[in-house]
């Protein structure tokens, strides 16, 4: 006997379901098992990756997001113990951190030390972190008016382990040469910065017979400025105009100003190296602002190019799933091929769809590269205008006031100032110092005229003899009047304390 069509009919919907559930009991083991594929090849960030991502992002003058992936950096050595890289990453967050928090950029590189003493791997490394803690450990001691004591021992230890490594030796083609200069130099700036310009002057020659061509440029600053502080003027010029800036704008900035500084000096002009300062502040100002926008524009590749890394990994997901769904459709009935290729075709408009977004992304993504690059265009040319303005300013200086001149040219002679020209003095002084003696003068309202007149000759910087030339009175006469008159008035009674400083400050 046949079974009826009615059982036939039965059977074939039985197993068709049965079929379909199958299907999509299958289709899901595929799915899941592609998902963890995907997590298992996926390759988790290592600290060293990270480490790099994050120079990278300095290099590109993005402080910020270097030091989040820096602060990462560390937590993943640490939990990793990838000590070499742990160190490394405390030593760049205290670079990065260097000019804006001094005291936590110290704290660093202690840590530094610290993790390296624990796991040593390279003298020259262990150079370089004494060098960089000694650096940082004089920036705190110079901002604070401390003691120098800690710089000192770190940058002995530094340069006492750099001689042994000279000279080159298997395993150590460079030697010690370039880490002495460093050290050399470091040394130069702590004694600059203690005021002991013949110590740092020779210091700084030391460091410039080792120097090599990437580190010479530095240690000819230390050794100018040495120099000048010595009132050596002709020797700083001339170590001033061997620095080749090459494309560092910062760098032409130093040179440009200290050169400026000597023109002034060289004329007496002490008072308006204030302006040549303010001028200069304008031009790094625009010069941060360039970085700033350049900052904000690397981040923002950055997040284009992470988005794209993402779009990148879904679209190769699809095409896997995609695969494992057609192995799939292969071995069912022809009836669930047809829905498969429905399937293929849903997900081939998306990825079309997907493509045409990304494309759209990337031309917008172009636009606004073009865009940035104009910007930094215009940064360069309003850069270019300020470096005129300054130009134009020092020549100005070179002829100024006529009342400075009779000051600077009296010499033993009597000196006598009318009315207008103690007015103009302090106009321009006002000027210059943000209205200073106007303040002075609401400040202090019982101050006699002499008085103000006597401060604004020492503000001037004149000498004693100058100043008693232009009062009739003698050096000691007019060194008591400053005596009285910073005690009297700004109730100032420490002897080491001098009407300069109170005036200056």
Known sequence: MYPDSNSSREIVIRATTMLKRALYIFIISVLLIACSWSRQNSDPQTAVGCL??????LAN????????????TIRLSEETEDWHTNYIAYQRLAEALSQSNPEEALQLMKKALTVYEQHPDGERNHVILLDYAGTYSAQVAYTKEGSYDEALDFIQRAYDIAVTLLPPSEGNREGGSDLICQTLTSMANIAWAKEDYRQALDYAHQAEAAATAELKPGTLQVLARSYFDLNMLDSAETVYRQIEPGEDVHLAYIVQSNLAKIALRRMGALKVEDDIDDAFEQIESFYYKALEQKDQYYQESLRQ???????DYQSKMYARTLLLTLIASLIVISAIVLVVRYRMRAQRQKRELEQSKLENELLMQEQEK???QQEAAHQKTQLHQANEVVAFLQDYILERSEVMKKLSQGGDSLINLSEHEWSEI???LNAIDNNRFANLREQYPEMQEDDIRLCILTRLGLSNRTIGNIYCITISAVQHRKLKLKKDVFGESNPDITLEQILKN
């Open 52 to 57: 790099e991502q994050a120079e990278t992002a």
């Open 61 to 72: 003058d993005s402080i910020r997001l270097g030091e989040t992936l820096l602060r990462k």
């Open 305 to 311: 190019e992470m988005e794209n890394q993402q779009l």
């Open 370 to 372: 073009r865009q940035l």
């Open 426 to 428: 302090e106009r321009t």
